[in-house]
Nanobody, 129 residues
Framework: QVQLVESGGGLVQAGASLRLSCAAS????????MAWFRQAPGNEREFVAA????????YYADSVKGRFTISRDNAKNTVSLQMNSLKPEDTAVYYC??????????????????????WGQGTQVTVSS
């Protein structure tokens, strides 16, 4: 069992930066692929970024590529999302997810929310224009 707790959300102006963090419980953090998803009101949950178990591979949605960076620290059981050049359309609740599904070893598996086993409660990010 893994518990995920997100933090770092807030209200910022367009062009600003935020750094989200996700703290995971348990001693097997390094065995989980990790990802960030987001959901805006009235929309489906959307993939943002993912990182492999070792941190050696990352994958981004086209909408955030070049602006967001995902990273992890397996010694501290944390995964982070550095968000730069924020836009109003980035406004959403951001969720951290963890999974051990073998499909997550492949880049094409990473954007699929059904492949993840554990989810955090989410943190709100609001970007004003």
């Amino acid at each position: 069992q893994v518990q995920l707790v997100e933090s770092g959300g807030g209200l910022v102006q367009a062009g600003a930066s935020l750094r989200l963090s996700c703290a995971a419980s348990g001693r097997t953090f390094g065995s989980y692929a990790m990802a960030w998803f987001r959901q805006a009101p009235g929309n489906e949950r959307e993939f943002v970024a993912a990182i492999s178990r070792s941190g050696g591979s990352t994958y981004y949605a086209d909408s955030v590529k070049g602006r967001f960076t995902i990273s992890r620290d397996n010694a501290k059981n944390t995964v982070s999302l550095q968000m730069n050049s924020l836009k109003p359309e980035d406004t959403a609740v951001y969720y951290c997810a963890a999974g051990q599904n073998p499909a997550l070893s492949l880049l094409r598996g990473m954007p699929q929310p059904g492949k993840y086993d554990y989810w955090g409660q989410g943190t709100q990010v609001t970007v004003s224009s």
